[in-house]
């Protein structure tokens, strides 16, 4: 268990001494291995008691810089006095991601397996931008790239990449919808052309709008279309929107739907915003980036039907595939178009000794430089299998709808959205006040209690929820998606914001 006293003593033979480091220039390997070992219990240790740590750190803004900070340290300190600082400062001071009381925006969380596949690319310090600078990392990629295209049930057609984070992935999948509007704007700019259009719902993540401001499309150009009564983007009023914006002189270029929205998890209707897209020959984006790894459970496909008209898709399994973050997956159809909106070879990149036949990732991404995730993910894909993903992914999906059984069943709340995937979308409603939802001053009062009730929780560190405002109203979201959180996390949940509503709503419910 967490004891950074202990731990301070234990790290202490592992001091390294000046004399060591001046005639290395680091870690001697002995001193090294010592470190390694050390620091491997500090995470064990940490992951075993980490449902101990109140999830959200009891620190103040600036509290830690204070007592860290002051001048560079211009002298070598020994590793025990930094090992301890870590031990004392930062293992306490993070948000507790690793929680399985952890229930906010989504859970990002790392396996065992991930975090040993993250030391081993850190050990190789691998970057694989081309393949011959990491040719392993480079295949490995390419391997799981596809493991995880079959796993989720795509057709082969779909090939991919690795990006760090879904905003990434975005801005790819609409540097792919620029280019193919334009022509070649990745060569010319977007000159003095019609402008462009990309159309979301207003339910879409922030990325999709700083993407097209990356881009040159700008906040503009993305039409926000209305949505239905689950928060669903309407077909019919897309179509509507496409035809006023080409009469107004705009040039559509592309589509984002997403299946599994940041606020309440609603679902786009894929196949019938791939109709469009055909029709109007649009460049249709996926963003599954939290929901998509369910679609590795063949019941679950049902949510994403059409997705494999799309011309290119993000998942995120470093959202809830248990991957350490960062781990983005880009899937395309038309990785010719992906690397002909963001490929750019300069001589110094270029190999002549015919060891240059593997791919070179580099051209498939915005950038140079890039972490070879393919290592962990194959480690973590052949650790689990899919079968072990599934398994996970489908208790969180029951844990979820258990939970919402249990509001639907309490007088006091009530569920406010369907729950397609593992995030529950609710307020507490003491029962005095049903029916009178719609009179300001009782909308008000809900509004104030569940914001009262989410604070009040995430200042005890016994849970940590987020929320989201919505048909204004104030939505309290509890997303399972963590794997060390079991039935009983979830129940103390719910338990505790039971408890807490009824405190502040003076016992009476
Ligand atoms: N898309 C959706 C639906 C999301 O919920 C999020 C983040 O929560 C993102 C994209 C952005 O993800 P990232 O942080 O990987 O850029």
């Known amino acids: 268990m967490h004891d950074p006293e202990n731990e301070a003593t234990t790290n202490t033979s592992h001091a390294l001494d ?15 291995r010592a470190a390694l070992h050390a620091a491997a219990d500090t995470v064990a240790d940490y992951l075993e ?7 959200l750190p009891p620190l103040k803004p600036g509290e830690l810089a204070a007592r860290l900070g002051g001048p560079p340290p211009e002298e070598p300190e020994p590793l ?12 306490p001071n993070v948000t507790h991601w690793q929680s399985p009381h952890n229930f906010a925006y989504f859970t990002s969380n790392a396996s065992g397996i991930g975090i040993v596949g993250e030391l081993i690319s850190s050990g190789l310090n691998a970057n694989a931008f081309i393949w011959r600078v990491s040719p392993a990392g480079t295949e490995l990629e390419g391997i799981t790239v596809d493991w995880l295209r079959q796993g989720l049930g795509l057709p082969d057609a779909f090939d991919g990449v690795f990006n760090d984070t879904a905003s990434i992935s ?5 540097a792919c919808a620029r280019q193919q509007a334009t022509g070649d704007a990745a060569q010319t700019g977007l000159g003095e052309a019609a402008p462009l259009r990309v159309y979301i719902s207003g339910q879409a993540h922030s990325s999709v709008e700083r993407a097209a401001m990356i881009l040159g499309i700008g906040r503009d150009g993305v039409r926000k279309v209305d949505v239905d009564d689950q928060l669903a983007m309407r077909p019919d009023a897309l179509r509507a929107a496409i035809a006023e914006d080409r009469a107004a002189g705009w040039r559509p270029a592309g589509i984002v739907a997403t299946v599994g929205t940041t606020s309440t998890t609603a679902i786009d209707p894929v196949d019938t915003i791939a109709d469009v897209a055909e029709e109007e020959r649009l460049w249709l ?41 960062d781990c983005s997956l880009l899937l395309t159809r038309r990785m010719e178009t992906l690397r002909d909106a963001l490929s750019l070879v300069p001589e110094y990149l270029r190999t002549y000794d015919g060891k240059n036949a593997g791919r070179d990732y580099s051209e498939y991404v915005p950038q140079l430089g890039r972490k070879a995730r393919g290592i962990k993910m194959w480690m973590q894909l052949r650790y689990f299998g899919l079968s072990g993903l599934r398994a996970r992914l489908q208790q969180h999906v029951d844990l979820a709808h258990e939970l919402a059984g249990w509001i639907e069943a309490d007088p006091d709340a009530e569920v406010l959205f369907p729950v397609p995937f593992a ?33 009040r929780l995430n200042d005890s560190g016994r849970v940590f929820l987020s929320h989201t405002r919505v048909k204004d109203m104030f939505v309290l979201r509890l997303a399972v998606g963590n794997i060390r959180t079991e039935r009983r996390h979830v129940e103390q949940a719910w338990q505790a914001i039971r408890a807490a509503t009824r405190e502040l709503d003076g016992g009476t419910t």
């Open 49 to 55: 008691g980490v449902e101990d740590y109140a999830v």
């Open 285 to 325: 984006h996926v963003d599954a980036a939290y929901a998509g790894p369910t679609a590795l459970i063949p019941q679950m496909r049902r949510y994403f039907r059409g997705w494999e008209r799309a011309d290119s898709i993000v998942v995120n399994p470093h959202k809830w595939m248990f991957t350490p973050f």
């Open 423 to 455: 995030t529950v979308c609710f307020r507490m409603r003491p029962r005095r006040y049903a029916g009178r939802e719609g009179e300001p001053v009782v909308a008000e009062a809900l509004d104030a209690l569940n914001e009262a009730a989410m604070n």
């Open 170 to 174: 975005t801005l790819s999948g609409l």
């Open 18 to 32: 000046d004399a060591q480091r001046t005639a290395s220039g680091d870690m001697p390997p002995t001193e090294l």
């Open 80 to 91: 025990a006095r930094i090992m301890r600082d870590v031990s004392a400062e930062v293992v």
